[in-house]
């Protein structure tokens, strides 16, 4: 079964909609991990029904070498990113995971993605949701 984790940090808005979109897609095909910067991010995604979650730094790094594909905001991979909750250790082991990064492109950070048009969240997860199918991992 295919392992995705799902990070996100503050109140867990955008990852509540991934885990959502992700369990309406795939169904019971892959087990969602929802690893939160805190309890309220976690707790969010658990509300949408991740198979499992693990909050703060130690749960991130550990559990992004053992999934098969991270999906969350940009700002996963930005240190100090999310008001200071996404740590340089955080940012340093998600990027290198051997995972899949499919990673939402939003302008929360002030980083600018050239090329890519802006599109509202709903079409943005749509995308991400296509990226995933056409990985072929599930």
Known sequence: MVKVGVIDGQGGGIGALIV?????????EMEIIALG???????????????????GENAIIWN???VDIIVGPLSVVLPD???????????????????????LPLNQERVEIVGISREPL????????MKIK?????
């Open 81 to 103: 990113a999310m008001l200071g909750e996404l740590t340089a250790k955080m940012a340093a082991a998600i990027i290198s995971s051997e995972a899949r990064k499919v990673l």
């Open 134 to 138: 056409e990985a072929g991992h599930v």
């Open 122 to 129: 709903p079409h943005t997860i749509e995308s991400m949701i």
């Open 37 to 55: 910067t805190n309890a309220a991010a976690t707790s969010a995604m658990m509300k949408q029904r991740a198979n499992k979650g693990a909050t």
């Open 20 to 28: 959502k979109r992700l369990k309406e897609e795939f169904r019971d």
């Open 64 to 66: 992004s070498s053992r």
